[in-house]
């Protein structure tokens, strides 16, 4: 087909891989017959898009002025059938193909279907044989867990069902139905085919399989480690000891110094009680009480107390260790009773907070392991659990509040920073699983391709379950483990496989239309008998009406068979 590609050693074309032949001396290829003999022959599958330039055979070479111009065949001793010796090794004796009733096809023209050897009347290149159900060959196809066959259908008509092999009433082989499975029918594919189209194979396994609810938190301030400092008096601002947010800060440590006549006040009673009851008295004791509920320290009462004197501002400190959050204070001001002066928060400590969407949430329990990834730390997860579910729904974006707490020695991780959040929502130890690539949904059925031996697949309908973490897929039913399955290339094996089914449809429409009949008729493509002229019914395509002929074929305009439709 080629006669460009030159190689000094048989191979195959790289263009159509069909088997190289022979050049003679002089530069002319070799005639058919010699060809043929030459030439290794290798089993061809169903001929189909994918397979027009891989499905070559031993007889499936270039006509005459093919490959490299015409050249005079050498003369062959003479057979008893009256061919030559070079035929006679393909058509001299009946082979086992020829015997078992095989088709002939030829790999230019499929729409040519012979029940024996020929050459194409259209390019006039040598018919091959065509894989049918009852002539199909190549390794047992063992189908792996040992399902049971259901029941045995029509491969042109799945409404015809029998509960034991046998034929179709088109005279077609029946084909099984097992269970978990869908029609049972193998894709037969080239390895070479296979190859091209990068096909990938995965074990059907069981293992650990969770499913991970992914989303994004914002760093918080624990609610529990936060404090307001807020005076019980009012009074104006002598001295700020702590005037910047962010400062840290000890715990005791001075923040401002304020005047307050209030104070002033509670001193004056104090240290009257003092003078005239003594420390012990009642009147001392209540006295004292009253600076103790203002929030005036133990330290400056016990000062006012020994040094017999009213200090015009008493200092407000803090009351824990911690990180100035919150300022609105300035010196000189004005304060008011129960005004937030400063907020102080302890950092070791922080809350994530991060939102899951509605359909996620059930999945969801506290105690949930966590990672924590930060977006300035990329791959240093941080690993900590659920603490808390918040008991409410945000109304607006449909999403529920998930709180994990973070231990936070380094101050790493500063309020308001975001963090991706990943959680084990759901987790099974023995699980069936295998890659979700391997799935292939087709709306209401989920579908994979096992692979059974070299060039084999089945389609098969599955019940999956959980859709986990790792693109893993838990698979319920249809699976064993130790299959494999395919997870690369399954739509290009999808379309070969509805591509096969249409050629072989159309192969055993017209192989029943040559099938003889005892009385020497044959029998039309929808089963009507008719003479050996073929002039009892009338033709016609389903599609095109206006088409008609007296004798079966094939439409000229969609290339439909062609039904009977009386005289």
């Not at 008295?281 to 009480?289: D, E, G, T, Y």
């Not at 379309?495 to 429409?509: D, F, H, Y």
């Not at 039309?524 to 019914?537: C, L, Q, S």
Request: charged share 20%; hydrophobic share 35%; with cysteine.
């Amino acid at each position: 087909m080629h006669p460009e590609i030159v190689s000094n050693e048989p191979g195959r074309c790289p263009i159509c891989d069909m088997a190289l032949v022979p050049v003679e001396e002089n530069g002319a290829a070799p005639s058919q017959a010699t060809a043929r003999h030459n030439a290794s022959p290798v089993p061809a599958p169903a001929p189909s898009a994918a397979q027009m330039a891989t499905a070559q055979t031993a007889g499936v070479q270039a006509a005459p002025g093919h490959a490299g111009g015409p050249s005079e065949p050498k003369a062959q001793p003479a057979t008893a059938s009256g061919r030559t010796g070079g035929a006679s090794h393909r058509h001299g004796v009946p082979s086992s193909e020829e015997a078992t009733g095989a088709a002939w096809t030829c790999p230019m023209h499929p729409q040519i279907v012979e029940s024996q050897p020929g050459t194409c009347p259209i390019c006039g290149m040598d018919l091959v044989p065509v894989d049918t159900p009852a002539t199909q060959k190549g390794p047992e196809r063992k189908i792996p867990g040992e399902r049971k066959i259901l029941y045995w259908v029509a491969p042109m008509d799945p409404s015809y069902r029998s509960d034991k092999p046998g034929k179709s009433p088109m005279g077609m082989d029946l084909v099984p139905v097992y269970e978990g499975g869908n029609m049972g029918s193998v894709i037969s594919v080239d390895p070479v085919v296979v190859q091209n189209m990068g096909v990938r194979i995965a074990l059907v396994q069981r293992g650990r399989i969770w499913r991970e609810v992914r989303t994004v938190g914002q760093v918080e301030v624990a609610e529990d480690r936060l404090t307001v400092v807020n005076p019980r008096f009012s009074g104006w601002v002598e001295r700020i000891h702590v005037d910047e947010t962010g400062v840290r800060v000890r715990a005791g440590e001075p923040l401002v110094d304020v005047y307050s006549p209030e104070l002033v006040s509670a001193q004056e009673e104090y240290l009257l009680a003092l003078r005239t009851s003594g420390p012990g008295s009642a009147l001392a004791k209540s006295a004292r009480r009253r600076l103790q509920l203002f929030g005036v320290p133990t330290w400056q009462i016990d000062r006012v107390q020994t040094q017999r004197e009213v200090r015009r501002t008493l200092t407000v400190v803090a009351p824990r260790a911690g990180y100035v959050v919150h300022k609105n204070v300035v010196e000189g001001a004005r304060i008011q009773a129960g005004s937030d002066i400063y907020r102080i928060a302890d950092l070791s400590r922080v809350w994530v907070e991060a939102e899951v969407y509605e359909y996620d949430a059930p999945y969801i329990q506290v105690g949930a392991e966590a990672t924590v990834e930060l977006t300035f730390q990329p791959g240093t997860p941080r690993r900590s659990r659920v603490d808390y579910i918040y008991p409410t729904l945000n109304p607006k974006s449909r999403t529920l509040r998930v709180r994990v707490e973070l231990e936070n020695p380094d101050l790493a991780l500063k309020p308001g920073m975001f963090a991706t959040v990943d959680i084990h929502a759901e987790e099974k130890k023995d699980a069936l699983w295998i890659p979700t690539e391997a799935v292939i949904h087709s709306g209401r059925r989920e579908l994979v391709f096992v692979a059974l031996d070299l060039g084999h697949y089945e389609p098969r309908e599955i019940a999956t379950g959980l859709v986990g973490a790792q693109y893993r897929t838990e698979v319920v039913a249809g699976l064993h483990e130790g299959e494999r399955v395919v997870t690369s290339g399954q739509f290009l094996l999808d379309s070969e496989s509805q591509l096969q089914e249409a050629v072989q449809k159309m192969i055993a429409g017209r192989l029943h239309a040559k099938e003889p009949r005892p009385e020497g008729g044959t029998l039309g493509a929808a089963g009507e008998a008719k003479d050996g002229r073929g002039h009892t019914t009338l033709w016609t395509c389903p599609m095109h009406p206006e088409v008609l002929q007296d004798e079966p074929g094939t439409c000229p305009i969609c290339g439909m068979d062609l039904v009977p439709v009386g005289k």
